[in-house]
């Protein structure tokens, strides 16, 4: 298994300009969230979604937008860059397993966006 | 939410165990305390995690004090892999995932050679 895939690595972009940050995962997990993380502070959640066709808010979701056409893919798209969004985006996911089985979540290797 | 407070910063040194602890003063009976760690460059992964009773695995142990407000996670022998920022967070248990973690800044632990 690949795990969690992330492209690109790295991005410069200007103020104004559109993109669409690319994540996906081989393991049929049902959950998959998009984190971002700021110099020498921890991640913050964006947006997550629990399965195909479901999507909701994290704790800073302005700015980005998600779908979730299929199982495996959890694009993250930037409408309009500031440069408050240049920082490090980490997509992740987990089994969203009945019971009581723990399921960890597995992240991704990260982009780092720069906005100019 | 409840929160975690962690040391900014702890050394060890190569091979002797490390002891990370964790204050949580406002958990809750429902939260569960996990333990992610993020290598330099690299995404978080994940360690261990524990509701009341202590927890060992193949990479650390969890020990949960009775009054659950403060844990420690024990790495047996550091390696200069260890070497990176630990995350203690609290969370719910919901539908057998661990979702929407709330992270803090978190331990960096370095490991001297």
């Known amino acids: 298994n690949a795990g969690v895939t992330q492209t690109p690595k790295f991005q410069v972009l200007k103020t104004g300009q559109s993109m669409t940050l690319q994540c996906a995962q081989d393991m049929n997990h049902e959950y998959m969230s998009w984190y971002r993380q700021d110099p020498g502070m921890g991640l913050r959640l964006i947006h997550y979604s629990v399965g195909a066709g479901i999507t909701d808010q994290g704790e800073v979701p302005n700015g980005y937008n998600v779908s979730r056409s299929t199982t495996e893919d959890f694009p993250l798209r930037l409408l309009s860059a500031a440069p408050s969004q240049t920082s490090v985006y980490f997509c992740?996911?987990?089994?969203?397993?009945?019971?009581?089985?723990?399921?960890?979540?597995?992240f991704g290797p990260g982009t780092r966006l720069t906005v100019l | 939410d409840a929160k975690t407070t962690q040391p900014n910063s702890m050394e060890s040194n190569e091979e002797e165990p490390v002891h990370l602890p964790c204050n949580h003063s406002?958990?809750?009976?429902?939260?569960?305390i996990h333990w992610y760690r993020q290598l330099p460059s690299q995404g978080p992964e994940y360690v261990i995690h524990g509701l009341t009773s202590n927890v060992n695995n193949r990479m650390a142990s969890l020990a949960i004090a009775e009054d659950r407000k403060s844990s420690t996670l024990i790495l047996h022998r550091a390696t200069l892999r260890d070497a990176a920022v630990y995350y203690c967070i609290l969370g719910k248990f919901s539908s057998g995932s661990a979702r929407q973690l709330t992270f803090g800044s978190g331990t960096q632990l370095t490991v001297l050679p």
């Open positions: 992740a996911s987990s089994y969203s397993g009945k019971g009581t089985s723990y399921n960890e979540q597995f």
């Open positions: 406002t958990i809750s009976g429902t939260d569960y």
